[in-house]
């Protein structure tokens, strides 16, 4: 089913929608085996079209806001294992995802629009309030983790580490550590590298 509707563009939420409006779509369906499961994974996708672009002169001191064309889009992932009836969603919402409830949205209709007799249904595992209390109950008592180099070295590593778990919401990590006790094994990619 993912392959027949995939990169068929449909009008989301538009009554009488034109041609312009068709602006939903999924893409890169894949499958693949994982623990013994078959796993497939696919996303969503919104051609932006438009965007804002602002602009500040300098000289009279005034920003000035035009809407320009662009050919980018924004797009959100799923996963899921249907032997077992579950899939989920990268709630990341940014200029460049579309964030879990408008994907799902999505998701929904362009199935909905481009097949015959297909109702989709897709029952919440929980609130936001649920995570929330799971997330203050759990303990994380072990994880692994790739070193990879900075490149070039950071002055101030600690705040750069901050910096990065902050950006990928990650929570407290208290340890201490000498630098000489982590190695990077040569595989590994620096950040910076292509």
């Not at 994380?140 to 990928?168: A, C, W, Y």
Request: proline share 5%.
């Amino acid at each position: 089913m993912l392959e027949q509707v995939r990169g068929r563009p449909i009008a989301y939420r538009v009554r009488e929608p034109t041609e312009s409006d068709m602006d939903t779509f999924l893409m890169r369906p894949r499958a693949k085996t994982a623990f013994g499961q078959t796993v497939h994974t696919w996303e969503v996708a919104q051609d932006v079209k438009f965007r804002e672009k602002m602009r500040y002169d300098r000289r009279t001191d005034e920003v000035a806001e035009e809407m320009v064309e662009t050919d980018e889009i924004r797009l959100t992932k799923f996963i899921a294992i249907p032997r077992l009836g579950v899939f989920a969603v990268d709630d990341t919402l940014s200029e460049r995802s579309l964030g879990a409830k408008s994907a799902v949205s999505r998701f929904r209709s362009i199935f909905e629009q481009l097949l015959d007799d297909v109702e989709v249904t897709v029952n919440f595992a929980g609130t936001p309030q649920d995570a929330q209390r799971a997330l203050d109950t759990w303990k994380l008592e072990q994880f692994s983790f790739t070193v990879r180099p900075f490149n070039p070295t950071v002055r101030k590593l600690g705040e750069k580490i901050h910096e990065l778990m902050t950006n990928d919401h990650v929570g407290d990590l208290p340890l201490n550590f000498h630098p000489v006790a982590i190695r990077a094994s040569a595989d590994v990619t620096p950040f910076g590298a292509g």
